[in-house]
C-alpha cells in the first residue's frame, strides 16, 4: 500500500512537470507567432528610429532564436523568476498571486454555489422524475446550458446594476476608495453578480449530470432489492441514492476547475473584476508574454492540482479504491 | 387436510412498452397467462431455461417491475387481493425476496449493513445469527460487496430474508455458486421453512435440485408454466407428466441417460422444437 502509494505520487509529480513543460512550450510557440509585436505594444504612439527599436529588442532579448529565448525564459522559471510583467511592470509572480488571490474569491464563491445548488436541484429532479418539478428544473438547465457567460453577465448587469440598482456595475470594490478603506460587505456587494454568473455556467452541467447519475442507481439492482426488502423512497434516496452518486459529483465538480478558470475570463471581464481571468486578456492584447505565459502555466497547474484532489479525496472516500489495494492512477 | 393457499397468481401477464423505429408504441410480452398456487408449508419450484421470465415473475409478485412493465392479472395473498399498495406494505417484512446476484447488493455500503437494512437493532442480532447460520465470519459484515467472492455474496443475500419474519421468501437461483454443504444447508432451511407452514418460491434452471426439495414443481417455458405437477411425478419413465416438454425435460437429466428425442424427418434434437400449450413439434413441420 504505502509502496503504491509512493509510485503513485511519482507518477503525479512526473505527469505535472511534463504537463507544464508541453503547456509551456505551446503557449511559448503562440505567443511567439501571434501577430502581436511587444515592442508596439510597449511603444504605443510613441515615434522612435529603427535604431532605437534595434536597441530595445537587444535589451529585452528579442533578437535572438525563438528556441534560445525559450530556454533562458525556462531555465529562469526553474530559478523562481517568472520575469518581468510588460503591462503592470512589476514580477510576473506577484502580479498572478495579486491577481489570484481576487480571483479565488470569486471562483471559490462561484464553484460552492453551483456545486450546492446544481447538486440539490439534480438530486430532486432525479427523484421526482416525469413529474412537474422536473420539467421546470430540466427546462431550466437546457436554457441554462445554451447560454454563454457574458450574455447572461450582461444580462444581470441590465437587470440588477441598471435597472434595479441592487449591485454595483463593476469591479470589485467602490471607485475612490483606498484599498483599505473597502469593507467586507463592500466587497460581498461588488462579488454577487459576477459570481452567481460564473456559477450558472456549472450549474447547468451538475444538475443534469447528477440527475442523470441518480436516475441510473435509482434504477439499479441493488435499488430494487432495497425497494423488495420495504424501503420507502426517502430510504432509499438517502441510504442509496446520495451514497452512489456522491463519487461522481465529486469529479464533476474537481473537472469544472478548467471551466471555472475559462468562464472567469468572460465573467471578468464582463464586470471590469481585476482578476486573473481579466489580466490574461490585457496581457494578450498588450503582447504582454512573460504574463501570459505565466498565467498560461498557472492555469494548467490550477487544473491539474483540480483534478488530482478529486482523485485522492476519491482514494479516501471509495472503498473499492481505499480498500482495493492502493491508488490507481 | 386441504392446505391453505399462501399465494394465488392468475392468468398473469407482463409486458414491456417501447417504442420501435417509427415511434410506435409496441409491447413486448414476456410472460402471458401465467398461473401459479403456492400452498402454506409447500415449496413451489419454478424451472425453466434462462431467460424464460422466471426473474420476472419474481420481480412482478414483488412489485418492483421497471416502469414501462405492463401487467395484467391478478394476486392473492391469504386469501385477499394483492394490491401493489398491500404488497408494498408487505415486502421486507412478511414476504422476502433473495435476488440472485451480487449486483443486488449496494456496492458503497457494507454488507452487515445492508442485511440488516432498515429493520432496526433487532435484525443486527439475527444477522449475526444469520451469518453464524451459513458459515460467514462476523468480520464479513464490514466488508463491500466487491470484497466477496461469489458464493459468499449469496450467503449474505440469503441472510436478508432471515432477519425478517416472513411467511413466504420468493427465492430467486439461490444455490449456484455455493460449495454443495451449504447450498444443500440452504435448502434444508427453505424445507423447514415451509414446514412450519411458510410458502417458498425457489426459481432455478436447476430441474434436479428442484426435484430434491421441493413439493410441486412448475416447468417455464417462454413466460408460460406448461405444466406444474407434484415432485413424485417426476419418477420412472416421467409417463404421469402431461406435457411433452416436461417429459423431455426429464428424460434429458443425467441420470435418465441425457435422452433427447430427435425429429424422425430431420432429425434435429427436441432441444429446437417449438413449444406450446399443447405439445411440442419440431419446426421442420412433421409431428
Redesign the interface.
Known sequence: MNKGLLRYFGKTVARMLLLLVAVSMISFFLVNNAPMNAVDAFLGEAKVTDEQRALIEERWGLNKPPLERYLIWGNNVLHGDMGESLYYHQPVSKVLKEKFLSSIVLMGTAWILSGLIGFVLGVLSGVYRGTWIDRIIKTFSLVLASTPVFWIGLLMLVVFAVELQWFPLGLAAPIGKSVNDVTLSERIHHLVLPALTLSITGIANIILHTRQKLIDVMESDYVLFAKARGENLKQLVTRHGLRNIALPAITLQFAYFSELFGGSVLAENVFSYPGLGSSAVLAGLHADAPLLLGIALFSALFVFVGNLTANIIYGIIDPQIREGGGING | MEKEILLEVRHLSIGFESYNAKVEKVIFNAISDLSLTVHKGEIVAIVGSSGSGKSLLA?AV?N?L?DNARTGGTMFYKGELLTPERM?RL???EI??I?Q?V???????QVGEQVV??LGEKARALQQKAFEHFGLKQSVAKL?P??LSGGMARRVLLS?SYV?ETEMIIADEPTPGLDLKIAIEALKDFRLLADQGKGVILITHDIDLALHVADKIAIFYDGRVVETADTQTFRGDGQGLKHPYSRALFHALPQNGFNLQRCPKCGATCATWNVDEKGMRCGCGNS
Open positions: 420481480h414483488m418492483i421497471p408494498n415486502r421486507g417484512h422476502a425476496f435476488p446476484s449486483a443486488f447488493l449496494d456496492p458503497l455500503m437494512g432498515t463491500y466487491f470484497q436478508t425478517a
